[in-house]
Every structure is written in C-alpha cells, then in structure tokens.
C-alpha cells in the first residue's frame, strides 16, 4: 500500500530524488523537441514523396505558439483527471506514455502530418501530466517541512533547466548532422527513461488519494471561488509575460540566423543559442534565492506578489534590445549575438522572479483537494500568452506586404503590451487577499 499523506519531518521528502530525475530527463525530452522544432518546419520538414514543405517565418511561428499553447492548456484536462478519478501519480503514468508515443511519431513521420500528429499526442502529454507534477511536489510537504518548499521549487526548476540547457545544445547539432529522425528521437528516449524513473519512487512517495465529492465541495467554496476570481485576474497579466518569453524558440531563432553568432571564436547555430536561458537560470537561482532576496528583504516586505511585479518591468527591455538588432539587421548590418544574450539576460531574470513565485505561490493558495486544478489554471496563462503570439503571427500572414508589423515594428508592439501590463498589475495586485493551504501529514515511522 502507497502512504497517502506526506510524512511528519523536518528533512527533506524520500521521494524528492525521483521527482528531481523525472523532471530533468522529461524536461530534456521537451526542450530538446521543442529547441529545433521551428528550424524543423523552416529547413527540413518534407511531403510523403520526400519533396521540401517548408513553412515561412510567420507561419512557422504560428504553428509554434499554436503548440506551445495547446501544452499548456491541457493541464486542465489533467488537472480534472487527477482530482477526480486517477490521482496525481496515476495520471502522470499514463499521459508520459502518451508522451513518448507524440515523440516516436515526429522521429519517424518529418511530413506536416506527422508533425501534426506527434505535436499533438506531445501537447496531451505534456500538457497533461504539468500540473500533477508540480502539485505532487508540494504534496509530499507537511507543515513540519513547509518551509522547506521554496528550496525544493528552486531545485525543481534548477532540474528543468539543467536537462533543457543540455537538450538544447545536443538536438540542434544532431539536426544539423543526422537529420530529424535522429534529433527528435533522443527527446523520446529521454522521455520514456523520465517514465521509468518516475515508477521507480512509487514506494516513497505521497499518493494524495483523489476524492471527487470533496473536490467538488471545494471547488464550490465561495471563499475558493473568491480566490479563483482573484488568481485569474492575476494569471491574465503574468499570460502577457509568456507571450513575450516563448519567443525565444520562435522569433528569436529566426532573428539569431541574420547575426554574427561567433562565441569565443565558435559559431553556434540559430537554435543554440535558446541554451543561454538555462544557463542563466542555474546561475541566477543562487543568486537570488541566497544574496538578492535577502539583500532586498531587508529593505522592503519581499511578497510573491511584489517579486511578480518586479519581474514584468525587467521583463520590458528584453524586447527593446531585439528590436534594436532587427533595426540594425534591415540597415544591413550584422549585430554581433551578445546583444541577444544581454535581451536573455533580462528575460531570464524576468522568469525568475515571475515563473518561479507564480509556481510556489498557485501551490500555497490552492486548498488541498484542488492543488492539480489550481496549477493547471496557472499554466493557462501561458496556454492565453502563446494564443496572442500565435493569433499575432496569423494575422501577419494573412497581410503579407500590407502589415505595420514588419521588422523591429513588430519587437516594439510587444514593448508597448508588456509595459501597459506592468503599470496596470500593480494596481491590481494590491487589491488581493489570499490564504496559504498545506497538506496535513502522518507520523514519521
């Protein structure tokens, strides 16, 4: 039998090894995918007689974001599917089946409908299993070791970034080399490795039993339906972030392929240089969480709501400086890739003041039979984020030749959404009142 309730200790959760290792090696598994997918449908994608099907600029960006937001909207239908019948870990087990079975598809089929197929199975997947991961991260915390959850969320997102940072790297250059096939068959390899670690720690883990009648008598709460009106005004604001951070996978490559991409006298590939953002990570996550928190939690009530805010004004000038190169690119100059990574610098630095708090934060204001649910109204704002970048590169399609958005036109229109977002969020935030929900907990044996 699974213990069905975290265990009462002040150390660090059993299971929270597997976690760590599942998330690296599934994270490596999307990241790797995703990193030379929209070089994929500019340069190599092909029809079922082995002829060149190439997709445009804005075409392919459409397709990416379209994507992007399909994974990130499917966390609710995991999010249900948890909470009401299978539970976390069960749903996780499963949907990563369907995962591995999106990435066999884009291994084997390089046509639009296998693309199409296998981003598809890829978004379920994916998407799915998103926000019972991170729930079931916080459901092996008690009230003895609660404080620790800020540390293990770092380490969460230090595993995301340490497996996406290599993928990001590897999959380019095995495009480049060996082709498709090869480059998206790694991703599933590391796919199904994620599964299997993941049963592994079945034993030492929490299984938060699902319990339909009181999720529904929760979720009909008027005091949680306050705080999801409340959390939903907030996750419109943080969407417009993400519309901004995906780029990094769609335009931003596109933009680096018109560069001077020489590193240390190495020329990276377009699609490489989406490494910097994980390398950043890894470098800024102790940075902040041991000297700039601290340093600036002296001087001011550092609240998660505060830190959000400080993120979307950081996040401003990393669209400035890419509208800056583009201004350079079409007076036919080749702006050296540094200013690039200066814009990741701001980017990155943005996702973690807003990413990571709105992770920890969307656990603790969950009550504990809607915690999936919760998350998956969180990872929404990105699914909402990516559907404005997406619908944005539609219409520049459909208005070839005619659309004001053309060169740095299109950086700045981006400038002027995340800045009206920043002065409107903090009006908005003040006006929120939440409560922090844990799980209770069982005596360690």
């Known amino acids: 039998m699974f213990r069905t309730s975290p265990i009462a200790t002040e150390k660090m959760p059993p299971g929270i090894p597997y976690i760590i290792g599942n998330e690296f090696a599934e994270r490596f598994s999307f990241y790797g995918m995703k990193a030379i997918l929209m070089v994929f449908m500019t340069t190599a994608m092909v029809t079922h007689g082995g002829a060149k099907d190439l997709m445009t600029e804005a075409e392919a960006s459409k397709w990416t974001h379209a994507f992007i937001s ?44 296998g693309l199409f197929f296998g981003l598809t199975l890829i978004a379920i997947g994916s998407g799915g299993i998103k926000p019972c991961v991170s729930a079931h991260v916080g459901d092996q915390f008690g009230q003895r070791n609660a404080h620790l959850l800020p540390r293990i969320y770092n380490w969460f997102y230090f595993a995301i970034n340490s497996g996406s940072l ?111 953002n994980p390398v950043l990570v890894v470098l800024l996550i102790p940075l902040f969480s041991l000297w700039i928190y601290p340093a600036v939690g002296r001087l001011v009530e550092l609240t998660p709501l505060r830190k959000i805010a400080f993120g979307f004004f950081v996040a401003i000038p990393s669209f400035i400086i890419p509208a800056w190169i583009e201004s350079q690119i079409t007076a036919g100059l080749l702006p050296s890739v540094w200013w690039q990574i200066l814009a990741y610098l701001f980017i990155t630095t943005a996702e973690i003041l807003i990413s990571i708090t709105c992770l920890e934060f969307s656990y603790t204001q969950a009550p504990p039979r809607l915690k999936s649910f919760v998350m998956a ?48 969020f903090v009006f908005v935030a003040r006006f929120y009142r939440g409560q922090t929900h844990m799980q209770s907990e069982q005596p360690e044996k």
């Open 70 to 113: 399909a994974v990130y909207f499917t966390p609710l239908l995991g999010a249900l599917l948890a909470d009401l019948w299978l539970g976390k870990y069960k749903t996780i087990i499963g949907l990563s089946l369907i995962y591995c079975l999106g990435h066999l598809a884009l291994a084997i089929d390089n046509t639009r409908s």
């Open 166 to 276: 290599l993928s990001m790297i590897i999959t380019p250059w095995l495009l480049k080399v060996y082709g498709p096939h090869i480059a998206f068959a790694l991703p599933g390899v590391l796919m199904f490795i994620a599964t299997i670690l993941f049963w592994m720690g079945r034993q030492d883990f929490a299984h938060i039993v699902p319990e339909r009648k009181k999720f529904l008598h929760e979720l009909r709460q008027p005091a949680f339906l306050r705080t999801l009106g409340a959390l939903a005004v907030l996750y419109v604001f943080v969407a417009m972030f993400w519309s901004l951070f995906d780029q990094t996978a769609s335009r931003w490559v596109t933009q680096a392929e018109k560069m001077d991409r020489h590193l240390f006298g190495i020329e990276l590939l377009p699609s490489q240089l989406q490494s910097v």
């Open 377 to 424: 109204l969180y990872l929404c704002s990105v699914s909402l984020g990516n559907l404005f970048t997406s619908l944005v590169n539609a219409w520049i399609e459909q208005n070839k030749g005619s659309s004001t958005l053309d060169g740095a036109a299109y950086y700045w229109f981006f400038v002027k959404c995340m800045a009206i977002t920043a002065v409107l």
